[in-house]
Nanobody, 115 residues
Framework: QVQLVESGGGLVQPGGSLRLSCASS????????MGWYRQAPGKERELVAV???????NYADSVKGRFTISKDNAKNTMYLEMNNLKPEDTAVYYC?????????WGQGTQVTVSS
C-alpha cells in the first residue's frame, strides 16, 4: 500500500512563495503520472499541475508561469514550487499518483495566502 505525505503548506503573504513536497512510500518511477490538485472552500477539487512518467508537464492556466512541478525519483518525492502567490491560491493542496491498478491521494496540506 503506497502512502503519499504532503508537507510545506502554511500561511504566506500575497506575492510570496512556498514549496510543497509529496513523499511517497513507494517507487515514484512506477507511477504513470503524478500531480497536484487543490480544493478551496465551497469549490470542487481542481488540477493544478501534472507530470507524467516521460516528464511531460501540464499546468492549469491559472498557475502557468508561477508554479513549477518537479520530481526527484531518487528521493521518491514530488515538489510544487509556488511563486507570486495570490489570495485565490488559498486551498488544501493534494498530492496524486496514478499507479498501474489504482490512484493514490495524500491527506492534503493547507496553503493560505493572506496579508
Amino acid at each position: 500500500q503506497v502512502q503519499l505525505v504532503e508537507s510545506g503548506g502554511g500561511l504566506v503573504q500575497p506575492g510570496g512563495s512556498l514549496r510543497l513536497s509529496c513523499a511517497s512510500s513507494g517507487n515514484i518511477f512506477s507511477f504513470n503520472a503524478m500531480g497536484w490538485y487543490r480544493q478551496a472552500p465551497g469549490k470542487e477539487r481542481e488540477l493544478v499541475a501534472v507530470v507524467d512518467r516521460g516528464g511531460r508537464l501540464n499546468y492549469a492556466d491559472s498557475v502557468k508561469g508561477r508554479f513549477t512541478i518537479s520530481k526527484d525519483n531518487a528521493k521518491n518525492t514530488m515538489y510544487l514550487e509556488m511563486n507570486n502567490l495570490k489570495p485565490e491560491d488559498t486551498a488544501v493542496y493534494y498530492c496524486n499518483a496514478i499507479g498501474a491498478l489504482r490512484v493514490y491521494w495524500g491527506q492534503g496540506t493547507q496553503v493560505t495566502v493572506s496579508s
